[in-house]
């Protein structure tokens, strides 16, 4: 009885923490507004760059569209765009705030002290991911919105609940990858060059803009080592080819399964980080 007690509150416990640190990095967020902003501009202004360069590759009559379908499966284009380069942005913004969130406790002093704390050290970064969690399912909201509004894109239009499945299965990859950059960056204490490295191997071989088909061989066989690749696949089918479970069913198995490895491996990655982080009191070196 004593020994179920013990677990229950240690349990309570992390999940107190958690949620504490959840609710602190909440707060910092409401506190710069210019945060806030960001969100309503970026969904849009991001993807204008790859729209018009569209709009001038399809040709003033739309002539080029055939191909363009052809390869995709769709003509709509702008669909296929926004789903790609709002899974891209997705990505982004967890590589900056959760990547960075360990490092950022760090620079502002309060690494070390959080750490003596007598909790599971690792929910220091996934109370943060609560919050980012959070702010990015805003963002997505955001982002369909005003594309609906602005260009009439219907990213909805299809299986409601299938799309909701693909996003439950995508959150495991997304963060999973987010925790392993966290540990990362707390080990080699330098983050913005293994950003614009990790991003840009998504962005070169997921077909954020382009089909795949229009890739070499080798550029196809690395972008199914990657997750966003399926889960854009996935997405773009059922939003606007109208897609069915079965249709979608190997790219769902497929992101299960990242779902899976990425977050135990980014689990993995982090006890090693921290028992080296120990071992030569690398915590406090900038």
Sequence with gaps: MHATTLVQRTFRSEITALLAIARKEWMIFRRYPSWIMAFLIWPVLFPFGYIFTAKALGGPDGSGLAAW?????TRDYLGYLVVGSTLYMWLNITLWDVGFQLRNEQMRGTLESNWLCPVWRISILLGSSLTKLGTALIFLVVTITEFRLIFGVRLLDGNLWLLLLILILVIGSIYGIGMLFASLVLRFKEANAMVFLVRGIFMVFCGITYPLAVLPD???QVAAVLPLTYAMRATR?????HASFAEVLPDLQALALFGVILPALGVVVFHFTERRARRTGSLGQY
Excluded: F, I, P
């Design 218 to 220: 080798w550029m196809r």
């Design 237 to 241: 089918a059922v939003s606007l080819n």
């Design 69 to 73: 379908s052809t390869l995709t499966g």
